[in-house]
């Protein structure tokens, strides 16, 4: 019996990937759970497995397509009997009759914004200028199943204002959720704009280009996934959070003795970096300044203070630049962080990185010092509030009161959201970290 595989959800809020490898061809045997595919989404590769034993009999996708959750994207013969996972697939899928057959029931209300042509305006606007009139679409019959479009008529939802993310524009029950969230945001000034009426939010303020083959030749080539997702995080974050970047610098002459000295008994897998020093660091300064640990919520105008302290480390890829988490950094030691860090870190490179090991952050680290540079400002993370830049160390001539000595000292440059940290407090945070450095007791003395 022939099956269809779709792509499963893969992490919250993915909606969709890029396939960047097919491991498998047509005539192809395969186990159950053997990957697939391999699916670049929110800045992690991810293997599509199957989900039953069979041969495969057709690929609906090739490499550099991007597909939607859902869509269908293998055939194959099952061998033996039906997994359920299979059988749950095809009970899905329902034929256009079917559909046809169900009565459409105008909503009584529907809680519908109609998009003008500037997404920005309906932002702008006040609740009350809201057209929450509902559009229908002629006689055309929405690509839901029957048990989708009950549950629009019950939240008050036009079924024709829903935009589908399953295969053909298929509408599911999590899309007219997801329908009433964001227009319910919309109304009340509690979130952005659903996605479906905007543009690639990155690219929001670009001017219109030239055409610059006017003044030779030039060539193109697509954004990786990688490079929309930092376009558009990093767009969000400028625009809507007021940054300030504090400078001082650590002198690290006697902890990168130590750390040497360590990593000469040390193995490959716990070696000792800076990097791992500073999350121990990090770590305990925010536990002493929990506001460096938090996110504002200004919908709901309150601090959301984190009791937990994942930090995000910024690794540098052929593809990009991405932030793996390591998780509880305050309750681990320098050496558990360093392999713990040394494995992620290799993942990371390897794009063998799952979604859920870069999310959670409170807090990021972006080391720059084997790269070189002797400061930068770096962008704040949002929803984070503060990120922590690291450039390369160098031998400087430091004034002890009585006589110039020469000491090891690392640029450090903190950036911070103004609206939750005033700048006495970046500097005494910042602080903090170069003492902790300068003398480790301060981890113990005052954490």
């Known amino acids: 019996m022939t099956h269809e595989i779709r792509v499963p959800e893969v992490s919250e809020g993915v909606t969709e990937g890029t396939v960047i490898d097919i ?36 690929i609906m996708v090739g490499q550099g397509d991007t597909v939607p959750i859902g869509a269908i994207i293998m055939m194959v013969e099952s061998v033996g009997s039906t997994s359920a996972v299979a059988e749950d697939t ?47 679409s002629g006689d ?49 000034g509690g979130g952005p704009a659903p996605a479906a009426f905007g543009e690639f939010a990155g690219l929001h303020a670009q001017r219109p280009l030239p055409d610059f083959t006017r003044w030779g030749e030039v060539d193109r080539e697509p954004l990786s996934r990688i490079r929309e997702l930092t376009a558009d995080a ?16 650590a002198k690290i002459t006697e902890i990168e003795k130590f750390r040497k000295e360590f990593n000469l008994k040390a193995g490959s897998e716990n070696k000792l970096t800076m990097t791992a020093i500073l999350v121990k660091v990090c770590a305990a300064a925010l536990k002493v300044s929990p506001r460096f640990n938090s996110s504002l919520d200004l919908a709901s105008k309150e601090l959301v203070l984190k009791q937990y302290v994942h930090i995000g480390v910024a690794v540098d890829t052929p593809g990009g630049l ?58 704040v ?52 970290i170069c003492e902790a450095l300068e003398n480790p007791l301060q981890l113990v003395m005052k954490g």
């Open 322 to 379: 991405l932030v793996p988490v390591l998780r509880d950094a305050d309750a681990k030691g320098i050496e558990r962080l360093a392999i713990e860090l040394n494995e992620i870190a290799g993942k990371t490179r390897d794009r063998k990185i799952s979604p859920a090991e870069m999310e959670g952050g409170t807090f990021t680290i972006s080391n720059l010092g084997g790269v070189g540079g002797t400061s930068f400002t770096p962008i």
């Open 90 to 136: 095809e009970a899905e899928v329902e034929t256009e009759e079917q559909l046809k057959s169900e009565t459409d029931v105008k909503p009584t209300m529907s809680p519908v914004v109609e998009a003008p042509p500037e997404a920005e305006a309906v932002l702008a606007a006040p609740a009350s200028s809201v057209d929450l009139r509902s559009v229908r």
């Open 381 to 432: 993370y949002a929803p984070q509030v503060a990120i922590l830049g690291v450039s390369t160390a160098e031998i400087q001539p430091v004034w002890n009161g009585q006589e110039f000595t020469s000491d090891l000292v690392m640029p450090l440059s903190l950036t911070y959201d103004h609206r939750v940290i005033d700048g006495a407090d970046g500097a005494r945070f910042l602080r903090w």
């Open 140 to 188: 055309r019959v929405a690509p839901a199943a029957p048990s989708v479009r009950r549950l629009a008529r019950d939240l008050g939802v036009d079924i024709y204002q829903v935009q589908g993310s399953g295969p053909g524009g298929r509408i599911s029950e999590a899309d007219v959720r997801d329908f009433v969230r964001e227009t319910m945001q919309r109304i009340t």
């Open 234 to 249: 990093m767009s969000y974050a400028w625009s809507t959070i007021p940054m300030v970047t504090q400078y001082d610098h």
């Open 23 to 58: 491991v498998v061809a047509v005539g192809d045997t395969v186990e159950a759970d053997q990957t697939l595919l391999e699916l670049e989404t929110d800045k992690a590769v991810v293997g599509i497995p199957s989900p039953l034993e069979g041969t495969i009999t057709e």
